[in-house]
């Protein structure tokens, strides 16, 4: 059966396909559809589907199935990896039960991230085999395949889909899901199970030795093809294998050419291809994973071979494209260079900078922060939608997940006297805020603070979170307080606030940056387009003619607010939130009754 589905679907369709008895993420750009879409296709099937706080414990969460009997996949991005990389690594030498895929998303070019990583780096670190699929269908089959090889080698096995593959739709051959396999039942071996030095170091010999019959396995993958032509070669990675084989159509080039989609990468046929030619290009995106695999062997079998790779024909940074790839080509066979001209649309599109929504009470938490706290305070930042509110000068430094309060605790213990309030969001904040929260407690920091609570994970697509009491699958379940929690983990000022209500919100503040120990302020508001979505209606606002031209509403930034002529006007963006009525000078800006 073919359906036309989003990579991401295909990987849950794939897991569906395998018998999958848990599934865990963490939300993140561009892997959070696996999650979604196995919550709507799951059914009648009998399987465990969460949101998880963070990537380690999604990991944690995953590998426990798996020992009980249960296929399980932990889902994240690149950076997740980050997170999970403790029990990532250790999972190598403990081993699986039943099959235990981590699917982890990377995201060349950063399109939603901080920075641009290449989880094959992590899956040789660790000695995991990785799966790095071309297209949709690729990265349905590689789902089943990997939690096969997962069971036959008793090791975790990565997927790492890449944003375009994550993204894109294609037609995919399918069949339907199938209940859980296997028996579940937890089997006591804390020789395999418990990682003291005594067990771990057999257990690395272990995984050392099962090496070479997994790249034995992997050598003779469907996704590893060698086509030996021309004495010029190719080998290309992942989805850049797709670009090669339509570049070398389209210059029409008779060249040798493997694809490598498993790893560790193929060394027969990487050998078998060095001997064959003179001249080697390797495309892979981001890290040299498989160059220097060529450069080594090339020393031992064609010591002459010329390799041609990255820095000088292939970028180590970025995505490629069927352009880029076409015109290494081009350049190492003397052909004329295609030049890339803007796209047409993007010729007619302004610039546009990413901006809160209309209506954002991040916006209005922000103003009122800035107004209590003023220019010459600190604020550190973290990584959500807040992040957008860098040009209302309240977000001085964004690292990682949960970071800005460890920051702020550094900044004010590396010396810092002036104010300092960090900002981060509610699912963060429980992602890997409280760690934080609890240091700076326990090291009595002078910092404040602000949970920016909208209720939802937004940026990712609005998953819940501990704080919503649903679960990914809808079911009502604890609610966690923010304020309970905050007081527990050692806050001694913890103020509530409603940011569309500016001058409670700025009292607030005050009271938070007056405290002389570590205080904690809450900002809540649900996500506006949440709220609409969910049938809230927003209240209508207008400028009236005592408008004096000043522009401090516009100044606030609310994509609804214009000037228009030598007035504010507001736009049918509105979404009602009332704060620019509360800003203005002249009380020009009314809602509309009736
Ligand atoms: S009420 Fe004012 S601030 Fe709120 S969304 Fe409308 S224009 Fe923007
Ligand atoms: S703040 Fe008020 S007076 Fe100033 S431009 Fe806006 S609507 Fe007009």
């Known amino acids: 059966m073919r359906e036309y589905l989003l990579g991401n679907t295909a990987i849950a369709k794939g897991l569906l396909e395998a018998g999958i008895g848990l599934a865990a993420g963490y939300p993140g750009t561009p ?44 889902t994240m991005k690149h950076v997740g990896l980050n997170v999970a990389a403790d029990p990532f690594m250790t999972l190598a ?20 991230s901080q920075n641009e990583q290449d989880s094959r780096r992590y899956s040789q670190f660790a000695s995991i085999p990785c799966l790095d699929p071309a297209d949709p269908q690729e990265a349905r089959d590689m789902t089943i395949y990997g939690l096969e090889l997962s069971e036959r080698f008793n090791i975790p096995v990565m997927l790492r889909p890449t944003t375009r593959v994550s993204h894109a739709r294609a037609d995919v051959e399918v069949n339907g899901g199938r209940p859980p396999t296997g028996e579940s039942h937890f089997v006591k071996n804390p020789a395999r199970r418990v990682a003291l030095p005594s067990h771990a170091r057999p257990l690395h010999n272990e995984l050392l030795a099962k090496q070479p019959e997994i790249e034995e396995e992997l050598e003779s993958c469907p996704w590893n093809q060698l086509t030996l032509k021309g004495e010029t070669g190719v080998i290309a990675a992942g989805i850049a294998g797709l670009y090669a084989e339509e570049a070398l159509m389209d210059l029409d080039l008779d060249h040798s050419l493997l694809r490598v989609g498993g790893y560790p990468a193929p060394k027969r046929l990487i050998r078998r291809l060095i001997e064959h030619v003179s001249r080697l290009l390797v495309v892979e995106e981001l890290e ?18 010329d390799i041609l790779g990255k820095e000088e024909h292939i970028p180590r940074w970025g995505e490629l494209d069927l352009l880029a790839v076409k015109n290494a080509l081009a350049r190492m066979n003397g052909l004329e260079i295609e030049q890339r001209g803007p796209l047409p649309a993007a010729k007619m599109l302004p610039p546009r900078p990413p901006a809160l929504c209309p209506g954002c009470s991040h916006r209005a938490t922000y103003y009122a922060m800035r107004r209590v706290f003023g220019k010459k305070a600190i604020y550190p930042s973290d990584i959500g939608c807040y992040t957008m509110a860098v040009g209302m000068g309240t977000v001085d430094t964004c ?8 920051i702020a605790s550094g900044i004010r213990f590396g010396g810092e006297g002036e104010g300092i309030c960090a900002s981060l969001g509610d699912s963060t904040f429980l992602h890997s805020g409280m760690t934080g929260l609890l240091n700076a407690a326990y090291n009595q920091a002078r910092i404040t603070v602000t949970i920016l609570d909208n209720s939802t994970t937004a940026m990712t697509g609005h998953q819940p979170h501990p704080g919503t009491g649903v679960t990914a699958t809808g079911q009502t379940t604890v609610q966690i307080s923010l304020e309970a929690l905050a007081r527990a983990l050692g806050a001694g000022l913890v103020e509530s606030v409603d940011p569309n209500d500016l001058e409670g919100t700025m009292e607030g503040f005050q009271r938070a940056r007056d405290y002389p120990g570590l205080s904690v302020v809450i900002a809540r508001q649900p996500c506006v387009i949440k709220a ?52 203005c000078p002249a ?4 809602e509309v009754k009736g």
């Open 31 to 74: 892997s959070s559809e696996i999650i979604e879409s196995l919550v709507e296709l799951k059914g009648d099937l009998p399987l465990h589907i969460e949101w998880s706080v963070n990537e380690k414990v999604a990991l944690e969460v995953a590998a426990g199935a798996s020992w009980t009997g249960a296929r399980a996949a932990a």
């Open 93 to 112: 030498y403990l081993g699986v039960g039943a099959g235990l895929l981590v699917i982890c998303a990377d995201d060349p070019f950063c399109h939603s």
């Open 288 to 305: 040299p994973v498989i160059e220097e695999q060529v450069l080594m062997l090339a020393g031992e079998t064609n010591p002459s071979l």
């Open 399 to 406: 690292l990682c997940m949960g970071a800005s309060i460890s």
């Open 532 to 583: 609409r979505r969910g049938g809230a209606r927003p209240r209508a606002f207008q400028v009236s003619d005592e408008c004096q031209g000043c522009r401090i509403c516009v100044e606030y930034g609310c994509p609804a607010i214009e000037f228009d002529g030598e007035v504010a006007r507001i736009n049918n963006l509105c979404t009602g939130c009332g704060v620019c009525a509360q800003i």
């Open 587 to 590: 009380s020009a800006i009314k």
